[in-house]
């Protein structure tokens, strides 16, 4: 629904580092741990990174896929992100609800830890969901979306590298929203 931030950041900076993400490492702590190095070396801040945020706009077709599909059915965004990121991209989005995590801030508005919501959430997510009985349709691109996608009654990949999809031959996949509105749509 929106650009990659850390690719944004790097393009920003130069740091070419920075450009790894989700797509690349199936470890999110180790993609985070890596990434928070980075930033400590090159003593980038929050307001750094939150300056680049703020220049970022949804995926073309984005807002208006969300907003057709919250008109029909609940939505819950399940993200790795952090609230102190996403929070410009979400105001965009009309504010759809999201669940993420936290940054741990020190006082020279650096990032010193991440605070997890709870470890793989995303899967979990989907688990108390169907708890409540709700039946799940996911959607995700990158490996940390895997043990949701699993878990969820209906999954299916969206833009995935080619990497992703060939592990998992299995699962639909969609390259455009109108294909993805209408999988969930045929599904529910």
């Given at each position: 629904?929106?650009?990659e931030?850390?690719?944004?950041?790097?393009?920003?900076?130069?740091?070419?580092?920075?450009?790894?993400?989700?797509?690349?490492?199936?470890?999110?702590?180790v993609?985070m741990?890596?990434?928070?190095?980075?930033?400590?070396?090159?003593?980038?801040?929050?307001?750094?990174?939150?300056?680049?945020?703020e220049?970022?706009?949804?995926?073309?077709?984005?807002?208006e896929?969300?907003?057709?599909l919250?008109?029909?059915?609940e939505?819950?965004?399940?993200?790795?992100?952090?609230r102190?990121?996403?929070?410009?991209?979400?105001r965009?989005?009309?504010?759809?609800?999201?669940?993420?995590?936290?940054l741990?801030?020190?006082?020279?508005?650096?990032?010193?830890?991440i605070?997890?919501?709870?470890?793989?959430?995303?899967?979990k997510?989907?688990?108390?969901?169907?708890?409540?009985?709700f039946?799940v349709?996911?959607?995700?691109?990158?490996?940390n979306?895997?043990g949701?996608?699993k878990t969820?009654?209906?999954?299916?990949?969206?833009?995935?590298?080619?990497?992703?999809?060939?592990?998992?031959?299995?699962?639909?996949?969609a390259t455009?929203?109108?294909?993805?509105?209408?999988?969930?749509r045929?599904?529910?």
């Amino acid at each position: 629904m929106v650009p990659e931030i850390w690719i944004a950041f790097a393009e920003k900076t130069g740091v070419e580092e920075l450009k790894r993400t989700t797509r690349d490492e199936p470890d999110y702590e180790v993609l985070m741990h890596y990434r928070l190095d980075i930033l400590k070396e090159n003593s980038f801040t929050l307001s750094q990174i939150q300056e680049v945020i703020e220049t970022l706009e949804p995926l073309p077709g984005a807002l208006e896929f969300l907003s057709e599909l919250r008109a029909e059915y609940e939505v819950i965004l399940l993200s790795d992100t952090f609230r102190e990121f996403a929070s410009p991209l979400m105001r965009k989005l009309k504010n759809p609800t999201l669940f993420c995590h936290e940054l741990i801030i020190n006082q020279d508005d650096c990032i010193e830890s991440i605070k997890l919501r709870l470890p793989d959430h995303k899967r979990k997510s989907v688990q108390y969901l169907q708890k409540l009985n709700f039946q799940v349709t996911a959607s995700g691109d990158s490996y940390n979306d895997l043990g949701m996608l699993k878990t969820a009654d209906r999954c299916i990949l969206f833009n995935p590298p080619s990497s992703l999809s060939a592990e998992y031959p299995d699962m639909a996949v969609a390259t455009d929203y109108k294909t993805l509105f209408s999988f969930i749509r045929e599904q529910l």
